[in-house]
C-alpha cells in the first residue's frame, strides 16, 4: 500500500520560503506526484505537478516562486517569496495511473503553512 507523509510546514514571514517535504513509500512506479492545498473556507487547488518523465506544472498562483523536486522517494516543494495568501494546509499526493496529478488516489495527512505580515 502506498503511504505520503509531508512534514516541513511552519510559520514564516512574508516574503519568506519554505521547503516541504514528502516521503513516499510502498510502490514501484508512480505516474504523477504533486502538492496542493486548502486554506480554511476555499476549495483545494493544485500548487505543482510532477509526471515521471519529469514534466512540471505549475497554476499561475505559484508559477516562478514553487519549485517542484524529487529525490528517490523523496518529493520536495521550494516555497520563495511566500505571501499571506499561501496560508493553507499542504497535502502531497500521488497517483499509480494518473498523469498530471488528476484526483490522485493517496494522499498525506497534510503539513500547514503560514504566512504572517
Known amino acids: 500500500q502506498v503511504q505520503v507523509v509531508e512534514s516541513g510546514g511552519g510559520l514564516v514571514q512574508a516574503g519568506g520560503s519554505l521547503r516541504l517535504i514528502c516521503v513516499i513509500s510502498?510502490?514501484?512506479?508512480?505516474?504523477?506526484m504533486g502538492w496542493f492545498r486548502q486554506a480554511p473556507g476555499k476549495e483545494r487547488e493544485q500548487v505543482a505537478c510532477?509526471?515521471?518523465?519529469?514534466d512540471a506544472f505549475y497554476p499561475d498562483s505559484t508559477k516562478g516562486r514553487f519549485t517542484i523536486s524529487k529525490d528517490k522517494n523523496t518529493l520536495y516543494l521550494q516555497m520563495n517569496s511566500l505571501q499571506l495568501r499561501d496560508t493553507a494546509t499542504y497535502y502531497c499526493?500521488?497517483?499509480?495511473?494518473?498523469?498530471?496529478?488528476?484526483?490522485?488516489?493517496?494522499w498525506g495527512p497534510g503539513t500547514q503553512v503560514s504566512v504572517s505580515s
Open positions: 499526493a500521488v497517483d499509480k495511473m494518473k498523469y498530471w496529478c488528476l484526483s490522485p488516489e493517496f
Open positions: 510532477l509526471n515521471k518523465e519529469g
Open positions: 510502498g510502490y514501484a512506479y508512480l505516474y504523477s
